[in-house]
């Protein structure tokens, strides 16, 4: 009961941040305007509790989410057959350089290790 | 035998026929992946979706059909990036005490990885819109197709790179902090995760996640802020330029 007043909570508050984006035209999706909104409301012990239940859950199962998306490969398949090996040979390449971009920035912060 | 045939056809045309088998290969593809000890190459989403796809060519089922069951799962997308608040707030003060240098390294990866995906895909020669859907590739699938939307990429492409990438992430994550000599102290969990996060967003986050604690939850902190400063300098910088 408790997670599902959670999913409650993490509902209401992406249908919130889906009315502030259109409603505004605010250059943030839904979602995101619904996470901001929900830190806010975690001060809330009426809110914490619940939301702590259900998005342990939701965030440990993350990578399920992304199956149904990554099926869609194969409606690509044109684009893949043309571009395949180039395409995918940017994407390795760039996410290396974003990897060790970011892990080297922040190494370089050694003045707080035990933060 | 004609009447399992009619049976099939049946069952293979409703939603439950994709949101089942979603289900249950990924479950299937988790259990391998324990088993191997979580071995990089061994990710449940990179054997799910190759599982998945050749079911569909040899059933011949149609990917619409089969996302009209899988959207159930797709659309728990959403409330997943709403539920990122949660390790964020759980963190606040470790948070707040390392802003600059979180925020810092968030803003040169993100930039980095977006930048470096657009740079390369034209220098290969790929199609203005095939480029314009890279720049969003390091961000959470969902947010991606909305920012390539924004800025003329192709949506559904946009998410193909976005997983694409967190699978690459996921799987080489490993190695190349291994080349890096980033060590399993906690400051270098800490790297490894936000690293993670940054540039492979959720699946990475997800490897993060099953390796060490404090790696997922910095990793979980770099999605949302990745996820913040993309829909909101990507879209803007199109406008700029």
């Known amino acids: 009961m408790l997670a599902l007043r959670g999913l409650a909570w993490l509902l209401t508050m992406q249908s919130l941040g889906e009315l502030l984006s259109r409603g505004l035209a605010l250059p943030f999706p839904g979602p995101v305007l619904g996470m901001l909104l929900l830190l806010v409301g975690l001060r809330l012990p009426l809110v914490r509790a619940p939301v702590a239940a259900c998005a342990g859950f939701l965030l440990s199962h993350l990578s399920l989410l992304f199956v149904p998306v990554g099926v869609g490969v194969m409606t690509h398949l044109g684009l893949l057959g043309q571009y395949g090996l180039r395409m995918l040979a940017v994407i390795v390449l760039s996410t290396w350089i974003g990897l060790v971009v970011t892990a080297l920035v922040l190494r370089s912060f050694k003045s707080a290790p035990d933060a | ?241």
Do not use: C
């Open chain 2, 1 to 241: 035998m004609p009447k399992f045939v009619e049976l099939w056809v049946y069952l293979s045309a409703t939603p439950l026929f994709g949101l089942t088998a979603t289900l249950v290969v990924y479950v299937l593809a988790q259990a391998v992946y324990a088993r191997l000890s979580q071995a990089s190459w061994a990710n449940p989403v990179l054997w799910s979706v190759l599982a998945l796809a050749s079911l569909l060519t040899v059933t011949g089922v149609d990917y619409p059909t089969y996302f009209s069951g899988a959207q159930f799962i797709h659309f728990l997308l959403g409330p997943a990036v709403v539920a990122l608040a949660w390790p964020l707030w759980d963190r606040r003060f470790e948070l707040l005490a390392r802003w600059r240098a979180l925020l810092l390294a968030a803003l040169v990866g993100g930039i980095a990885a977006s930048g470096s995906a657009m740079a390369l895909g034209w220098a290969v020669g790929l199609p203005a819109e095939v480029v314009l859907s890279l720049a969003p590739k390091s961000v959470t699938a969902p947010v991606a197709m909305g920012i390539a939307d924004k800025i003329g990429g192709i949506p559904a492409l946009a998410a193909v790179f976005a997983v694409v990438t967190g699978m690459v992430g996921a799987l080489s994550g490993k190695f190349l902090f291994g080349l890096l000599g980033i060590g399993s102290d906690r400051a270098g969990w800490i790297a490894q995760g936000f690293a993670l996060g940054t540039a492979a967003h959720g699946i990475g986050a997800a490897r993060a996640l099953q390796v060490n604690a404090d790696a997922g939850a910095y990793a979980g902190l770099a999605l949302g802020l990745q996820v913040l400063l993309a829909s909101l300098l990507i879209p803007l910088l199109f406008r700029l330029f």
